[in-house]
């Protein structure tokens, strides 16, 4: 029975955790667009919590009926991390936990990041009582956990009114400038073997969104000094974009022409759509259609249309040849053209005009990951709608 649930149906629960009790329903960032949607209504669902004060695991086999959970301090759902199952947590549960990260597994840690992330693009936690929990990362040196919390930063970036880009860039100092001041650019004799993806996390949050001067100049002078190698290299290329001075976009071209390494010019390739500029976004463009290779101008195209400046321009242009560019590129590379596309989050009649047009222009065999991908431009504009009214 309990097999059946999990087997015979789509979608995997959320099991909640708010006031002392234990509940679960369908796990969705936002209602069906259809009346068949394939997500489940009920699941016999084994959960493990335990206290992040220590003791023994409690078992629970949560069905229709919610539960009382006994709480022994902070209470981690999914102890363990190994649940297949999404989490969710009342205001006053996640306030007790964001200060006690440090006494959960790595696992577990991720695990909560990543499903209050999850909840919070799903509407169901306040930006507030996610960056709370980001808060109590602290120095913890853990790729996953930090790059959830940057692209969560990433996607607010695209969604906040001009007016509360502020309070984003103060919000962004405030959880990532300690964690550059505890590693520093430069790698030491005590760093763990990922302190160098987590430096580069937060001198690519920093150097963009917090608008940090100093991690703008120190990048800078990097990338003019020929040294973005190694892992640091795609944030100073990012930050160099952002800043976006006379003549950088061309240097980054003629890298990639004359690199001296493959990783060299693949790297330099990608960074030409890191530019905020329109003008830069739609020379790329024209390149992805004459001088870069056919299986990587998609690619580039689909990083052009995530670019907050240029994307929605590149997206015209790219529409507007349509025909050209199916002919251009290899069938089964059609989709990663219009990848970006999920990123257009802030404007409503935009993402319709975009709907419409790529509902009436198929991309043949790949109908459904077209959906999938206006699908999340959807969920992305109802998080951006709660996301501005908090601010």
Known sequence: EMMNSWILQGGHPLVSYEDGVLSQRAFSYGNATNSESAIGNKWLTPVQSRSANGGAISKQLLSDEPVMLQADGPMVLNAGGWGVYRTHYGPSELALLANSLDRLDEIERTVLIADTWAATNATDVTWQDFLRLARGLSD????????????????????????????????????????????????????????????????????????DEAVQSEALRRFDAHGEDGDLARAILRVTGFVNRPGDYEKVLDRYRNASSP???????????????????????????????SQDGPIVLGLLMRNPVGGVAVWREVSSRWSEAQAAFPPAVHSRIISGISTFISDRDLASEVAVFHRGNPIHGEERTVEQLLEKMTVGLDFSDALRSQF
């Open 140 to 211: 913890l040196n853990e790729p996953a956990t930090w790059q959830t919390v940057a692209m969560a930063f990433d996607t607010a970036a695209r969604c906040v009114l001009d007016g509360q880009r502020v309070t984003l860039r103060d919000q962004a100092r405030e959880i990532f400038a300690p964690v550059l001041a505890a590693l520093t650019w430069d790698a030491r004799a005590d760093d763990s073997e990922l302190s160098a993806q987590v430096r580069a996390t937060a001198i690519g949050i920093l150097g963009t969104i917090g608008e």
């Open 263 to 293: 990783q060299e010019k693949q790297r330099n390739l990608w960074a030409t759509a890191d530019f905020y500029d329109v003008a830069s976004c739609l020379d790329a463009t024209q390149r992805c259609f004459s001088e870069f290779r």
